[in-house]
């Protein structure tokens, strides 16, 4: 079975920084997504890790560490436009879902 | 550009009608899923198909089933609806994995009220 924890809720600032982490537990493992979602939208692909360390993508970087079934999405210069639910996966032959985590960004 | 389309994106129906929700890609994808998302809940895999005439069940098959006669269509279909299937259904496709096209692409949804 599949086990992805990510926080429910997060809110900062516009132009700060936020790190949204999230941890899994899974049976098989052929890499990690980040996917954004804004309300009544479908989600978007923000990155894919699946070898350790940092991939970094304009204001997103998303880092993995798979010994320690971990993972974050780091988001910079935070803008109004962020403000969305950020949705964990973790693929083995298929693609397993956290609960996902609304981001806030207030001005 | 890729594309993934859902036949209705509002849909409101009553208990025990039977159901159709319609899914079509244009990217001559091999696999497709469908998802129903709930708050708190997030994406659960309710079917998907490795390729034409195929399905396999995923984590909430029950009371869902599927066809798959062509490859850029995949259906869901409700037996009989009840009103715990109202949520929101997401299809998506993907290249099978091997490659780093592994990204799956979601439909916009379709919002599905039972009454």
């Known amino acids: 079975g599949q086990n992805i924890d990510q926080p429910t809720e997060m809110t900062a600032t516009e132009g700060a920084i936020v790190q949204i982490n999230c941890t899994y537990q899974?049976?098989?493992?052929?890499?990690l997504f980040w996917y954004q979602q804004h309300a009544g939208e479908a989600p978007t692909f923000l990155s894919y890790n699946v070898l350790d360390g940092l991939e970094e993508k304009g204001r997103f970087s998303s880092f993995l560490s798979r010994s320690k079934g971990y993972s974050y999405l780091l988001l910079k210069e935070l803008q109004m436009k962020d403000s969305a639910s950020y949705l964990c996966a973790v693929m083995d032959y298929k693609l397993s879902f956290g609960a996902g985590t609304t981001v806030t960004v207030r001005a | 550009d890729v594309k993934v389309t859902q036949s209705s994106r509002y849909l409101v129906k009553r208990t025990g009608e039977k159901v159709f929700l319609e899914c079509v890609q244009d990217?001559?994808?091999?696999?497709m899923f469908w998802y129903r998302q709930d708050p708190g809940l997030g994406l659960r895999l309710i079917y998907f198909s490795y390729d034409v005439k195929m399905k396999e069940k995923g984590d909430i098959p029950e009371g869902y089933s599927v066809s798959r006669e062509k490859k850029e269509r995949f259906s869901l279909i409700l037996e009989s609806a009840s009103t715990n299937q109202t949520s929101m259904y997401l299809c998506?496709?993907?290249?099978?994995?091997?490659?780093?096209?592994?990204?799956?692409?979601f439909g916009p949804g379709t919002r599905l009220t039972v009454l």
């Open positions: 899974t049976s098989g493992f052929n890499g």
């Open positions: 998506a496709s993907r290249i099978p994995s091997g490659r780093r096209a592994d990204t799956q692409y």
């Open positions: 990217m001559d994808h091999e696999n």
